[in-house]
């Protein structure tokens, strides 16, 4: 206990010292979000990076998204606590290939996930997150749309549009492997709850849920609802929002499994001694920047209503 007051002391000190703030993501470790300055899903922690006026964000998620943050802000000094905490997903598409499916589709738009790396992101016409795919492919004038990587989100898109959907086979391991019979068995245990989905899970799921949105949207789906019960299925640090934001109100894991690595990598230390060493410095290469730059920029020009 101790440890974590003298810990979360020196981050405050250094935070004021190098005039920083902490972004943590929805699925951050509760210590981790407990100590944030601002905590949300990618849309809003994309926003935030922008709209802050600071000289270093410490960036408490996977690296796509300090890395969404360091190509929106090059005044900005981003630093990732831990290197190795990944989005395998962001890793499922590589530029030769996605080269190769643009070659064959000429007249589509290309639209990607933020969960790619700015390589991908540089590729690509115009980015999106969980909380405005459907807005997104819709602001586009062309009927045909390369979606990357995601193919649960492509296909909960493709249901929700006229558009013609070209998908890719990436996915989330965490969302990928929750499957009807675990919303079935938490519904069981739990008759009187709501399902509410991420879309990165799979269609059977998502025909399960009452709500299907990104992280924010089941923070506000929640505090907004009359109801009282919620089976959630996406990554478990949610949780941790979910109960502290609605003490009144009962949450519950649709599965013990749903945990992603990369999101619980960083903790108290390495957020401290991110601050005092300058550690991980994520910078990404001017040209690569630029046209990633335009994809994110295309994206967060996109009013939608949350
Ligand atoms: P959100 O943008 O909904 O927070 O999702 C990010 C993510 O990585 C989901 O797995
Ligand atoms: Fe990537 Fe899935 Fe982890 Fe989100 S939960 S960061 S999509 S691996």
Sequence with gaps: MLYTQELTERINELKKERNAVILAHNYERAEIQDIADF???????SQKAVELD??????????????SAAVLCPEKTVLLPELDARCPMADMVKPDSLLYLKKQHPDAAVVCYVNTTAEIKAE???CCTSANAIEIVNSLDQEKIIFIPDKNLSEYVARNTDKKIIPWEGYCPTHNQILPIDVQRAKNLHPMAQVLAHPECRYEVLDMADKICSTTGMVNYARTSRCNEFIIATESGLMHRLQKENPQKKFYEVSPYTICPGMKMIDLKAVADSLEHMRYVIEVPGDIRVKAKNALDRMLAVKIKR
């Design 124 to 126: 690509c016409d115009i």
């Design 54 to 67: 600071v000289d270093i964000i410490v960036f408490c998620g996977v690296n796509f998204m300090a890395e």
């Design 39 to 45: 905590i949300g899903d990618s849309l809003e922690l």
